[in-house]
């Protein structure tokens, strides 16, 4: 069995100030691990993702991951937060190999950021 | 650049009626899936379609759920007989691929409320 765990249900931070969003998993298996955004009134969007390659992953629009096998833990970070930021975070997490019917999604981590 | 559609944004529905969510995946994707999200609590899958039958499913996806491909394009999901607990953010999502940790596009979803 696998699981999410998004320490934050909401995170505010002031624009051009570093973001960090926390996600601890657990997995019987070696994951795959997720960061989708959800913008309002849109689709979820991949960020980026960690599939057993590099332990840090670059996504788009300046966020990055890193992948902690000892701490169980898939926090997002972006150095500078824009207003456009502001959206739903969703951490998932998916077995080796497995496709979009094993995703096991965290509960959401809601960025506001202040202007 | 392609993305999944769903129609309508939202619904209401009253207790006891058969509602049809409709999806349109990115084209030449060959999987197609169904999640969904109570308010307030995590995304959850419901159902995956690939070869126009249901690949896997969760316990959640019952004989009230159903899933169709009609027309090559459109990719459904009908709730025969709704009940309260039906209310959710339904979302659909489509992949090139099953596995391999192919990337899932998600469309914007559809509110589905009950009463």
């Known amino acids: 069995a696998q699981s999410v765990t998004q320490l934050d249900s909401h995170v505010s931070v002031s624009e051009g100030t570093p973001v960090l969003l926390r996600c601890n998993y657990s997995?019987?298996?070696?994951?795959?691990l997720f960061w989708y955004v959800q913008h309002p009134n849109k689709g979820l969007q991949l960020l980026l993702k960690y599939t057993s390659a590099a332990t840090l992953v670059k996504g788009i629009n300046g966020f990055e991951a890193e992948f902690k096998k000892s701490e169980t833990s898939f926090h997002l970070t972006k150095p500078s937060a824009h207003m456009s930021d502001a959206a739903e975070y969703f951490c998932?997490?998916?077995?080796?190999?497995?496709?979009?019917?094993?995703?096991?999604f965290g509960k959401g981590t809601h960025l506001i950021i202040q202007p | 650049e392609p993305e999944v559609t769903q129609t309508p944004s939202h619904q209401v529905t009253q207790m006891g009626q058969e509602v049809i969510l409709r999806c349109v995946p990115i084209s030449n994707h060959l999987y197609f899936y169904w999640y969904r999200q109570i308010l307030g609590q995590k995304v959850e899958f419901l159902v995956s379609?690939?070869?126009?039958?249901?690949?896997?499913k969760s316990e959640i996806f019952d004989d009230q759920f159903s899933v169709e491909r009609p027309d090559g394009s459109n990719f459904t999901l009908k709730i025969r007989s709704t009940k309260l607990e039906d209310s959710a953010m339904y979302f659909c999502a489509s992949s090139t691929w099953g596995r391999e940790n192919t990337e899932a596009f998600f469309g914007q979803g559809t509110r589905l409320t009950v009463v």
């Open positions: 998932v997490v998916s077995v080796e190999g497995g496709g979009a019917d094993g995703l096991t």
């Open positions: 379609f690939y070869n126009n039958e249901i690949s896997e």
């Open positions: 997995s019987s298996y070696s994951p795959s």
